[in-house]
């Protein structure tokens, strides 16, 4: 079971040695370079080993995670898996491992070694044996549901101890199917048939995390595409009580890495598709408009339109869509507007590049008229060269190995998992118009003569209010996810946002920015807490905004709002922090530029400046936004 859309390594062994042979300063991007491979069981052992070897100490860049992993069956062999797929995405990942079949004991015991590690995410890795155990099978439906609600809501009291004890992120790993059919065909209709019982399972926990805001590992949902076989070796189970056989294991580790990544704010966020053999069969400055292969009636036809129907899936779910391709501008974009088969249309591509230039200026180009990161990318192309091209010159961008069959684009693509999402808000299903009204905001700024004109014709206007239960998901997915205008990069889950939205003391509000071309969505969020040392001051736990508002005047407007509720509750002064990161140095300037001035001894080793804000001093800044609570 290969992890087939990532390249095969030219020479692992040599490749691994030169990485140990680096300077420990760049031995953990030597590292990472190497995850980036399609790696065996074997090999991804050896480079866990050397990654283990490089130490505990701190690697910029590389931020650590400490994941719990508590099982009921033998996890030891999946752990160098989970640390290089987390490498693969830049993480570090320390991960404790419960004793076997002690999961429900560490949880309940605050003297645990679990305790002790403090992880900051927990993934529960359990098997249906336990849970469906002592079902006989002649029960009904109702006698059945009532068994498996049972063992549910075991499991959400164990969640809820790992979220209030020790504040961790919960990760619950659906049940894998390795039953046997008694019946044949006729499982599915008897309620207690042992498959049947697991699928129930699946489904009532799935219900139950969507409800209570845990994470879902589906392992059930892969073993049906790889084949359960690939999964559990039966072998295996019986000599060490391995659920998972060692070839699983580097897909193991991917999904869940995805999952931690992902609640990071880590996953990819726009697709760039090549046009040519890409989107469409043939290619159109040769063959013309009439001449490309797609849509039905051929196979080959049939494949490019499917992934374009994926890459609209994708888009209705918030994945911003882009164009790279060697082509004459005109001519490439006649086709999204007159070929009859077209799915995606010229409106659904928020950047759309054309011309002959090199691809890897050309995607440079597409991260800045969006104005995301180039890590934020995924570049789509049938050419192996242009492939290779984007690897070599932008590693931070990810490149999907394709098959010579366009019908598997999609599976290839899927399976790869770029995309994984931890929520799913309203705000998501419009991110796509968003980015596209973006290009609308730019051709008025390139029509204006001054940014003062150009603020002005937004005609923009602000809502804010506290952080409500219906903000909660897209307000902590907005902290996860956002790192340039971000001073501490401070990370909270829901569960964690939601205590500092409710306490009485603090104050959370969250912005959303309308304008002539559209509602921008919620866009920033900021946090006060009470200062520990001073009953009159509030610290800036957190302050986050997209990137989509960059330059719009939001930050001053909501410091306007911000003073003018803190001075109501007699606070006389704002204390803030700036940590330095590679990505938010934009914003290096932000205090100063609200008029917070530098704290006594304020500078820190880590380059951490400390800011500080007289409340009755402080004059409201002019901006080009109105406002009203929400």
Known sequence: MTMAWLPAPSDFRADLRSAMAAAPAHRAEKLASLAQHRLGYLETIQLERALAQSGPDPVEGFPRVRLAILASSTVDHLVPAVRVAGLRRRLLIDVHLGAY????????????????????????????????????????????????????????????KAREGLKATVIQQTYLDVTHPLFGSHDRLVPAAPSTLVARLNDLLAQAAASDGVLVLDIARASESAGVEAWFDAGRWMQAKMEIAPPAAPLYGDLVARVVAAQRGLSKKCLVLDLDNTLWGGVIGDDGIEGIVLGEGSAAGE???????????????????????KNDPAVAEAA???????????????????????KAGNVRLIAERLNIGLDSLVFVDDNPAERARI?????MVAVPELPEDASHYVRRLADAGYFEAVSFT????????????????EALRGSTESMDDFLRGLKMSVIFGPVTSLDLPRAAQLINKT????PT???????????????????????RLIDRFGDNGLVSVLVLRPDAKDGQALEVDTW??????????????????AVEAARRRGVREFLASYIPTKKNTVISDLYPSLGFVPCPDSASQNGATRWKLNLPAYVKRNTHIEHSGA
């Not at 690897?391 to 590693?395: A, Q």
């Open 483 to 486: 790192n340039q205008f971000n």
């Open 336 to 358: 999204f507007r007159d070929h009859p088969e077209m799915l995606l249309k010229r409106s659904d591509i928020a950047a759309f590049v054309a011309n002959w230039d090199d």
């Open 489 to 511: 990069t401070r990370r909270y889950s829901q569960e964690e946002l939601t205590a500092l939205a409710s306490a009485s003391d603090n104050i959370a509000l969250q912005f």
């Open 391 to 395: 690897r070599e010159s932008l590693p």
């Open 101 to 160: 079949g002690q999961h429900r004991q560490d949880l309940l015991d605050p003297s645990s070694s679990l305790y002790r590690f403090a992880p900051h995410t927990i993934l529960r890795s359990l098997t249906a044996r336990e849970a469906v155990a002592g079902i006989p099978l002649s029960a009904t439906s109702t006698e059945v549901d009532d068994a498996l609600a049972s063992s549910v809501d075991d499991l959400r009291l164990l969640w809820r």
């Open 544 to 561: 986050v905004m997209s990137c989509r508002v960059f330059g719009r005047e939001l930050e001053f407007e909501a410091m306007n709002i």
């Open 426 to 441: 309203r705000d998501d299903a419009q991110r796509a118009e968003q980015y596209t009204a973006n290009a609308e905001r």
């Open 303 to 325: 494949a490019h339109l499917a992934l374009q129907r994926y890459a609209l899936q994708l888009k209705s779910r918030g994945v911003i869509l882009a164009v790279c391709s």
